[in-house]
């Protein structure tokens, strides 16, 4: 059941990045992250509120899907909006696929799951892949290698958080609980991210835009919720790269929904085929 759950988390978080996409052409990051987060942290409690007792969140694991929540809701999420801001969602969104690869090196060192030579090959495949990826230029517009951090820092914030949430579902398995809890917390570092950047001005944006960017916080949050269930349910050496199979759903949802915005070349595809190589054996292992 847990690796439906990650494959089904994959197809909503694709979606989620075209829309995203869409909506970043005439806004900015940080308005698509605030109303993004807003969406899921409302749709969390709400659904808390009718499944959950209060007494519940009143326990110490709650630090722990506190912290992940930092990284993946709050930091991971940012770094990927302004990845595709910036290089696109055929290039950004692969990139922050390598997670799985950072997820299990940690998944071996902190929790002590087996990484075979299979998981090893894989993981070169990956890094391969995001190698051509970054060698690619065939967006609609200029882009620069340097800003291929983002994507790298958003992979390695998801990474961070798996891990930190496998460790709280090992103490208690309540994935409804954690999602919410991580949801909120990336909402709390919304308003530190507007005033960074000058204020609330930022998050001004048209009726068009506000729609992309509720529909994609929607497909987020089915994407969060799921994949909190899929991780409580396997381990995350083989849930993870499910999760990132989104790049695959992502690349191919832009060569048919962003054709005017993105191109898709053989360089693309290639990086990208190798990224799910990777992926693949590292599930199988």
């Known amino acids: 059941m847990g690796e439906w759950f990650a494959l089904l988390s994959s197809l909503a978080f694709a979606v989620s990045h075209i829309l995203i996409r869409r909506g970043l052409a005439q806004s900015n990051p940080i308005a698509g992250f605030c109303l993004s987060i807003s969406i899921s942290a409302l749709a969390l409690w709400f659904l808390a509120a009718m499944y959950l007792p209060l007494s519940s969140f009143w326990t110490h694991i709650i630090l722990y899907f506190a912290l992940s929540g930092i990284f993946a809701s709050g930091l991971g999420r940012m770094f990927i909006y302004v990845g595709i801001d910036r290089i696109g969602v055929s290039r950004s969104v692969p990139v922050a696929g390598s997670a ?19 998981n090893f090959t894989g993981t070169l495949l990956i890094i391969l892949g995001i190698v051509v990826i970054s060698r690619s230029r065939t967006e609609k517009r200029d882009w620069r290698t340097r800003d291929l951090i983002y994507p ?52 001004r944006m048209s009726r068009r835009v506000f729609g992309w960017f509720l529909a994609a916080g929607i497909c987020n949050t089915i994407g969060m919720l799921l994949s909190f269930y899929a991780l409580a349910a396997g381990n995350i050496v083989i849930i993870e790269p499910l999760i990132n199979t989104s790049p695959v759903l992502s690349v191919l949802l832009t060569a048919i929904f962003l054709r005017d915005m993105e191109a898709v070349n053989l360089h693309v595809v290639t990086g990208v085929s190798c990224t799910v190589v990777g992926t693949v054996l590292i599930v199988l292992s």
């Open 152 to 203: 790298i820092m958003a992979a390695l914030s998801f990474a961070l958080a798996a891990n930190v949430r496998k460790l709280g579902l090992l103490v208690e398995n309540v994935p409804l609980m954690a999602s919410t809890v991580n949801a909120t917390t990336g909402l709390m570092l919304a308003p530190l991210m507007v005033y960074a950047r000058g204020g609330v001005h930022i998050l």
């Open 100 to 118: 799985p690869m950072f997820a299990s090196i940690l998944a071996v060192l902190v929790i002590g799951e087996t990484w075979s030579l299979q």
